[in-house]
């Protein structure tokens, strides 16, 4: 048979894709074959690099120098394990390993060109073993070996260490409530109706933790080098006058997150971002057995007080360092690794201290159905956790000396007064009124400037057009002497004890109870409520209320307000009254009293229609409507 070598790569353009596959593979494994007999029948020599054993070499395939020979000399019995990483990006490497007299002892093929592959051999007798590298797609660049006597879980736990601590430095400008990615592979969805799109892709990408709803993490393969881990940095229940203490959450391996206290509105009326979430994680086999490679690691900072989590409707109270991942039994396992925990479910609690583990029985879904089991000692034979949090510039250290802005353009010192962060890596809250206590609607960004709009009376808390931002948090420039006040807080005034009449004196109608609780969902323009009731006095209810709760109120709603006016009619309107929560009062008349919350500065308020005190010959309907404007 004669075979056209000219017609070769015309041949291969026809073939169908699997067989082009199979024919590429042969071709490789080709290479391989025939560097195996030119070594044992003698080649050109080529420049040998004498290696060490537990050592990693740097080294180099070029146009004049296609494959490159290292010698190692290896004990009798000893195993050897090799890797081979390409640093060059288009680079796929392959290589083969021969004894001390010429016998092939080990081939490490790489048929889908993979920027790492490994293989491992064991000596018979101590001999100076020779190892060629070659590339297996004819391109060319820098790889690193590495030569080890380590076994295969070491090798897995050395990658799982390194990994973690390598985030020490690409993760090291993450700031408050934002989250980085340390490893790949992760993939982090945005909040519905995000205005601005965030890129979460390549290590060291950083996001608002605010802005995303779920993270979706890869398990670990050390074949493809991925391994999905993110680092997060979250206030929770931290007060806003200790803006260098955060919690430090490290999520890795076959994870899932949903960050509740975002996406769920009841939820992100109580807690902060990632204060509540939901997560699971995978069931297939792991590829360590001495170290976690999936879960949750949890460590909050040294101050005096302990961080409420609920995770998976399971309730947190952590003081340090805790690990979660669910177990084959169906439980959510807590291993406390240092302080003090209490765990709570099902209406009941149990007290943890360092080395226990507290487990929560969960269905299907990873929800948690029965109490916590008492505490047991970690076991022994417990894989190790990569605990190795890194330190970012907000964690941990409460007496550091902020870092002040002293690199980026000065503030101007006149013209409208405007406000950035005071520190480079911190995200303040924007809050709905000017009160640490107040709910969270957005955050600022370092290095960006934000006009100021009002102030509160002592000057403490500046207003910009998404809300309230705390002084010590900010510095300002331009001509801030004459911001208005904006917000003065209202004067609590108890109410008036009513005491009803002893005896009706007319026929008119006795009310009955019209308390109502509804639901405002901020992204509907237009009416969505009206409601209607009735007072009466001296018999009767003489009040009723109305309890209102705002839904899906983001940043991106922060432009819109709620609307509602409150009627009255009928006969003793003049006793009528409108009381708010805050312990103002206004006149409920036959004249519409129109109130506009601008940004939904409240999520939720308790109005009451009324009578301040039992009068004769009463009975007065009101109406109340609810609406919300763009």
């Not at 396992?333 to 209490?342: F, Q, S, V």
């Not at 995200?427 to 960004?445: H, K, L, M, W, Y």
């Not at 705002?550 to 409150?566: C, E, F, K, V």
Request: hydrophobic share 40%.
């Amino acid at each position: 048979m004669t075979y056209n070598m000219m017609g070769h790569s015309d041949f291969i353009e026809k073939l169908p894709d699997e067989d082009l596959k199979t024919m590429k593979s042969i071709e490789r494994m080709s290479i391989i074959m025939i560097s195996i007999l030119l070594f044992c029948i003698g080649f050109p020599t080529l420049a040998q690099s004498p290696v060490a054993v537990d050592s990693t070499n740097l080294s180099e395939l070029t146009a004049t120098t296609p494959q490159v020979v290292f010698t190692v000399s290896v004990e009798a019995e000893q195993t050897i394990s090799i890797q081979l990483t390409a640093i060059t990006q288009e680079l796929a490497l392959q290589a083969v390993v021969f004894d001390g007299n010429n016998a092939l002892e080990l081939a490490i093929g790489n048929p889908d060109n993979l920027n790492t592959v490994s293989g491992e051999f064991t000596s018979s007798v101590a001999s100076t073993y020779t190892i060629q590298v070659s590339s297996s797609n004819d391109e060319i660049g820098e790889f690193v070996i590495r030569l080890s006597t380590l076994t295969e879980d070491d090798i897995c736990e050395a990658y799982v260490f390194d990994a973690v601590e390598a985030i020490a430095d690409v993760c090291s400008t993450t700031g408050r409530n934002q989250a980085c990615l340390g490893n790949l592979n992760m993939n982090a969805t945005p909040v519905a109706n995000l205005s601005t799109p965030f890129s979460f892709e390549q290590v060291g990408d950083i996001v608002n933790i605010v802005d995303v709803e779920s993270f979706q993490s890869s398990p670990l393969n050390l074949e493809q080098d991925e391994w999905g881990v993110a680092l997060l940095v979250v206030q929770a229940d931290i007060p806003d006058t200790l803006p260098g203490q955060n919690v430090t959450m490290l999520l890795f391996g076959d994870v899932e997150l949903n960050n509740s206290s975002v996406s769920d509105p009841e939820l992100a009326i109580q807690y902060q971002p990632m204060q509540a979430f939901y997560f699971r994680t995978g069931i297939g086999a792991e590829q360590c057995s001495e170290v976690s490679e999936t879960g949750i690691l949890i460590q909050t900072p040294d101050i005096d007080a302990e961080i409420t989590f609920l995770i998976n409707e399971v309730a947190i109270e952590l003081g340090s360092t805790a690990f979660l991942s669910f177990s084959e039994n169906s439980t959510l396992d807590i291993d406390l690794l240092e302080g003090n925990a209490l765990v709570s479910s099902q209406s009941q609690s149990t007290v943890m201290t360092s080395g226990q583990r507290v487990s929560v029985p969960v269905d299907e879904e990873f929800i948690a159905v029965a109490p916590p089991n008492a505490p047991i000692p970690i076991p022994d034979d417990a894989p190790k956790v990569p605990v190795m949090i890194p330190e970012t510039s907000l964690v941990d250290d409460a007496t550091a000396t902020p870092v002040v802005i002293g690199e980026r353009p000065p503030l101007p010192t006149d013209g409208a007064c405007i406000l950035r962060t005071f520190e480079t890596d911190n995200n303040p809250n924007v809050r709905s009124i000017p009160s640490e206590t107040a709910s969270i609607v957005s955050f600022i960004v370092p290095d960006e400037t934000y006009p100021v709009i009002g102030r509160n009376s002592e000057g403490t808390w500046y207003e910009i057009s998404t809300g309230w931002v705390a002084g010590f948090v900010t510095e300002r420039g331009g001509d801030c002497s004459n911001l208005p006040v904006t917000y003065v807080p209202p004067t609590a005034t108890p109410l008036p004890t009513v005491t009803p009449m002893a005896t009706p004196t007319s026929a008119l109608p006795i009310a009955g109870n019209n308390s109502f609780s509804i639901t405002i969902d901020a992204e509907i323009i237009g009416v969505q409520s009206t409601l209607s009731g009735n007072i009466s006095s001296p018999e009767g209810v003489m009040r009723d209320s109305v309890t209102y709760s705002i839904i899906n109120a983001r940043s991106s709603t922060a432009g819109d307000s709620l609307s509602y006016s409150i009627t009255c009619t009928g006969q003793g309107v003049e006793h009528a009254k409108i009381f708010f929560d805050d312990g103002s009062v206004r006149d409920c008349s036959p004249t519409t009293s129109n109130f506009l919350d601008m940004g939904f500065n409240r999520l939720s308020q308790v109005i009451s229609i009324g009578f301040n005190e039992a009068v004769q010959d009463a009975y007065v309907t009101w109406t109340m409507s609810f609406s919300v404007q763009g």
